[in-house]
């Protein structure tokens, strides 16, 4: 039922469920530990709301869920709500959970350090994603493609900014490239005009 409402952005149907399995008693859970499939209800619920800009809901039912799970969060959630804040600019408050994520003693792994060096990137965050980077590996996760196209995307900018062609965003780096290709064309096709 969760999933249903999620998907069909339904957010008061969902938000009446969520303060329902607040306030009762788990049906599913045996004896003191809590109901398996309540963190999957909540993933759920946080996705949707990340999806459709609500993200202090989605903070308002993570914080819900911590209090009725046994243990910590999945890394998966975390994820979920990090990328929500980086998807819609609130990079501040995604840094504040990856923190958090790490006072809980959850393990980051390769997809909460690629949503990060993205952000730090599109934020031209080039240091700050350089140490993202490093603090990636001394945290025992992998980098993969994303990862490295991420610091490709960093030297291509550091190169042009050092060669002089000013702020460029990011994105712009390589049309930077092909700029300077037509700038090389017109020199040569003037050169050739003047031998003439």
Not at 2 to 27: K, N
Not at 68 to 83: A, E, H, R
Request: one cysteine or more; proline letters at 3%.
């Amino acid at each position: 039922m969760a999933r249903t409402l999620a998907i069909t952005d339904r957010f008061s149907e969902l938000q009446s469920l969520l303060e329902f399995l607040v306030s009762s008693s788990y049906p599913c859970s045996d004896g003191i530990f809590s109901c398996s499939q309540i963190e999957p209800i909540f993933r759920f619920a946080i996705n949707a709301y990340c999806r459709a800009r609500k993200l202090d809901d989605a903070l308002v039912a993570f914080d819900s869920m911590r209090k009725l799970i046994d243990g910590k969060p999945s890394v998966v959630i975390y994820n979920i709500l990090i990328n929500g804040f980086v998807k819609f600019a609130r990079n501040d408050q995604a840094f504040e959970l990856y923190n958090r994520m790490i006072r809980d003693r959850v393990k980051p792994d390769v997809f909460t350090f690629n949503i990060l060096l993205s952000s730090s990137c599109r934020n031209s965050q080039y240091g700050l994603a350089l140490d993202l980077f490093k603090e990636m590996k001394e945290k025992g996760a992998s980098p993969n493609v994303i990862s490295f196209n991420t610091l490709i995307k960093i030297y291509k900018f550091q190169k042009a900014k050092k060669k002089g062609l000013g702020r460029v965003g990011s994105d712009e780096v390589g049309r930077g490239e092909g700029i300077k290709k037509k700038k090389r064309k017109r020199e040569r096709k003037k050169k050739g005009n003047k031998i003439k």
